[in-house]
């Protein structure tokens, strides 16, 4: 498995124009806020507080770029439907949202992670199927698969590929995971690797 030796906060910007300017691959870690991005990005690295979490929706509100290993990006980025802002301020950010996937030009797969707890949400629905559409990689993450048993989980992640059955023939990639009990770690460390060498052999 690919070792992180290093983890470096990088910049947190608010459009897509003040990111890093970067010639290395990156990832992108989105979804619904409270979903666990950030703890996500914690285990992934193995750091407790490298990418900052909190019971408090809403708290990451910038694009944030962590240097990994000093060869790829990871990017904590919010996601959409944050209750506790304006209508407006979640339209700019949608906006922004749209922007920086489109057209961050090294980004390699889009990970939409998504609560194991809950039925499927339209907004997740829609932003998966519009990441299909611009043509993005995409992959799917379900996160707090520690608090539920097996099967409940086992049983929300079925619904949810059936839901994505109705749009599409196949599957994205998908990753069960749990930053709690460290679950997933190995399987998305794998794939992130597997990208990053189709990166250099492309190059
Ligand atoms: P925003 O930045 O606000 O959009 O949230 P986020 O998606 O970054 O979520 P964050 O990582 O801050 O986690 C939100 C809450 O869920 C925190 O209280 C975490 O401790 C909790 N949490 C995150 N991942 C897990 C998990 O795998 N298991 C359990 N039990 N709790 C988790
Ligand atoms: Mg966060």
Redesign the pocket.
């Known amino acids: 498995m690919m070792e992180i030796k290093q983890a470096k906060f990088i910049k947190s910007s608010s459009v897509l124009a003040e990111c890093p300017k970067s010639n290395l691959p990156e990832y992108v870690f989105t ?10 990005i914690n285990m992934i690295v193995n750091r407790n507080e490298l ?10 509100i910038t694009i944030n770029h962590y240097l990994i290993n000093d060869n790829w990006y990871l990017v ?1 980025l ?2 959409y439907g ?1 209750a506790k802002r304006s209508k407006e301020q979640r339209q700019k950010w949608e906006k922004a949202l749209e922007e920086f996937v489109k057209y961050r030009d090294l980004l390699q797969v889009v990970f939409v ?1 998504i609560d194991s707890r809950i039925p499927p949400q339209k907004n997740d629905i829609d932003f998966i199927n519009s990441l299909a559409e611009w043509g993005i990689p995409s992959a799917v993450i379900f ?5 539920l048993s097996q099967s409940a989980s086992s049983k929300n992640i079925e619904v949810f590929k059936q839901e994505l059955l109705k749009y599409w023939e196949e599957l994205p990639m998908l990753f069960h ?5 460290k679950r997933g770690r190995e399987d998305l460390l794998n794939f992130i690797d597997e990208c990053n060498q189709k990166f250099i052999s492309k190059e």
């Open positions: 979804g619904r806020s409270n979903v666990g991005k950030s703890s996500l990418a900052r979490t909190s019971s408090n929706p809403g708290k990451t904590d919010p996601g944050y992670l996160t707090k698969t520690d608090k995971t749990s930053a709690l009990k």
